[in-house]
T-cell receptor, first 114, second 110 residues
């Protein structure tokens, strides 16, 4: 079974540009989460999809961030326009519905905004 | 929401030494995971351990759910163990997101 995959692994963009991150969850996992770690701080939750619906987006920092999950499969996270403070590592995780509650994390996308 | 405290914040070990990392939770959790973030930034799942003890090679973890803490043991440390170790917990239905601690930065020197 393939794990959670994320693309790209690293992105370097200038302030004001747009970047789109992609996450492919483990097949059959209805729950998909986005997290990020910025400025060497702790990893923080951004949002949670159940299939194609946003279950919880309380962690989204502002309206420059837009997440979608087309058809309940892969998800994208767009940052537009990017700011310097958006630099960090963005992680995606997935989990099947029901127990156990273990979340499986992807390798992350390192975003550098210059 | 729950608060997660990890200790120590930083740890330097000589290769071959053993160590214990601790994670305390302000409230009970029904999902508890340990991760290793390697120097390339990748997050590696180590353990899913809401209770009990598990072992995987040189690593083992114990969670005492009634006392709201978990321990990660690293034995015979190697330089490749360096990085940041995070614990994270969640409660409720299982859909609730994980809350992470600030991590323990481990440096293993040869």
């Amino acid at each position: 079974e393939a794990g959670v995959t994320q693309f790209p692994s690293h992105s370097v963009i200038e302030k004001g540009q747009t970047v789109t991150l992609r996450c492919d969850p483990i097949s059959g996992h209805d729950n998909l989460y986005w997290y990020r770690r910025v400025m060497g701080k702790e990893i923080k939750f951004l949002l949670h999809f159940v299939k194609e619906s946003k279950q919880d987006e309380s962690g989204m920092p502002n309206n420059r961030f837009l997440a979608e999950r087309t058809g309940g499969t892969y998800s994208t996270l767009k940052v537009q326009p990017a700011e310097l403070e958006d630099s960090g590592v963005y992680f995606c995780a997935s989990r099947r519905t029901g127990g156990p509650y273990e979340q499986y994390f992807g390798p992350g996308t390192r975003l550098t905004v210059t | 929401g729950i608060q997660v405290e990890q200790s120590p914040p930083d740890l330097i070990l000589q290769e071959g030494a053993n160590s214990t990392l601790r994670c305390n939770f302000s409230d009970s959790v029904n999902n508890l995971q340990w991760f290793h973030q390697n120097p390339w930034g990748q997050l590696i799942n180590l353990f899913y351990i809401p209770s009990g003890t598990k072992q995987n090679g040189r690593l083992s973890a114990t969670t005492v759910a009634t006392e709201r803490y978990s321990l990660l043991y690293i034995s015979s440390s190697q330089t490749t163990d360096s990085g940041v170790y995070f614990c994270a917990g969640g409660r409720g239905s299982g859909n609730t997101p994980l809350v992470f601690g600030k991590g323990t930065r481990l440096s293993v020197i040869a």
